[in-house]
């Protein structure tokens, strides 16, 4: 049992960036240097971000702007949305089943309201009787 303890697993190696100089931002996705521990837009942590990554963007897309004031660069990026998204579609679809659920429910729900109060009062009318 003291074997199974004795060899230790080595610590997990950063994956290697195109880039050695930079990484970018999980969050905002700001380049930062790469002695930088948390993002100088954001702060925060390198690679701790806690923020879902966006779903329905085009990741091949990415436009660089380049925004210099004084000395100071930020170099922003923007995506195009996906065109074609199969969630959204049947997203789409289930908004349609339930919208005509919602409507036949609430037909039904009339329905059983009207019905209700006549069949009690003829049910009552006809035990009175």
Known sequence: MGDKKSPTRPKRQPKPSSDEG???CSVCTFRNSAEAF???MCDVRKGT???PRLKNVDRSSAQHLEVTVGDLTVIITDFKEKTKSPPASSAASAD???QSGSSSDNTERGMSRSSSPRGEASSLNGESH
């Open 22 to 24: 930079y990484w970018d």
């Open 38 to 40: 948390k993002c100088l």
């Open 49 to 51: 971000s806690t923020r």
């Open 96 to 98: 349609q089943h339930s």
